[in-house]
């Protein structure tokens, strides 16, 4: 590993995205259940994994509400 970033939505911890080679490539590893779907996916950049985070959690967020 060489780097971690927390990944965090509406200041709930949902993740860590991982820069495990020089390439620049990062690797998500989800921690919130709503985004185990994106777990072990090869991020572009650490923007992009925020992004598609965010907007998964949301969604999810969103559906829970309804479904209650």
Do not use: Y
């Not at 090869?42 to 999810?60: E, H, Y």
């Amino acid at each position: 590993m060489i780097k971690s970033e927390i990944v965090e939505i509406d200041g709930v911890f949902v993740g860590v995205v991982i820069q495990s080679r020089h390439d620049g490539t990062r690797v998500f590893r989800a921690i919130h259940e709503w985004l185990c779907p994106l777990n072990g996916q090869i991020m572009a950049s650490l923007q992009d994994a925020r992004m598609l985070a965010a907007s998964l959690f949301r969604r999810q967020r969103v559906a829970a509400r309804a479904a209650a």
